[in-house]
């Protein structure tokens, strides 16, 4: 069946950094977009990044434009979130999400169980 697992998250002071990790089982990770989301307490859940097929990356939120990366190695059947300069803002559970394309409307369908990722001094 088809398993996102994320993990990778912590505490962190801010300007610290962090890299999330997303493992993919049970589909071809190649051939789906996937993206990042992240909920803070109190917030709606918001799209952060994702990558596509070809290794383009989306972001959702300008606020990472510059901190927040994304890779994939579709041989480690994984997908990385690299977040540099942190701010207590980005605190928040992070999930990964298997999507169809970075454009696809609708919620994703499979999602992971989602890594804490706190920033504060």
């Known amino acids: 069946q088809v398993q996102l697992v994320e993990s990778g998250g912590g505490l962190v002071q801010p300007g610290g950094s962090l890299r999330l990790s997303c493992a993919a089982s049970?589909?071809?990770?190649?051939?789906?977009?996937i993206g990042w989301f992240r909920q803070a307490p109190g917030k709606e859940r918001e799209g952060v990044l994702c990558?596509?097929?070809?290794?383009?990356?989306?972001y959702y939120v300008d606020s990472v434009k510059g901190r927040f990366t994304i890779s994939r190695d579709n041989a480690k059947n994984t997908v990385y979130l690299q977040m540099n300069n942190l701010d207590p803002e980005d605190t928040a559970l992070y999930y990964c999400?298997?999507?169809?394309?970075?454009?696809?409307?609708?919620?994703?369908?499979?999602w992971g169980q989602g890594t804490q990722v706190t920033v504060s001094s």
């Open positions: 990558i596509s097929i070809g290794r383009v990356a989306t």
């Open positions: 049970g589909f071809t990770l190649a051939n789906y977009a």
């Open positions: 999400a298997r999507q169809r394309s970075c454009y696809s409307s609708g919620s994703p369908v499979y």
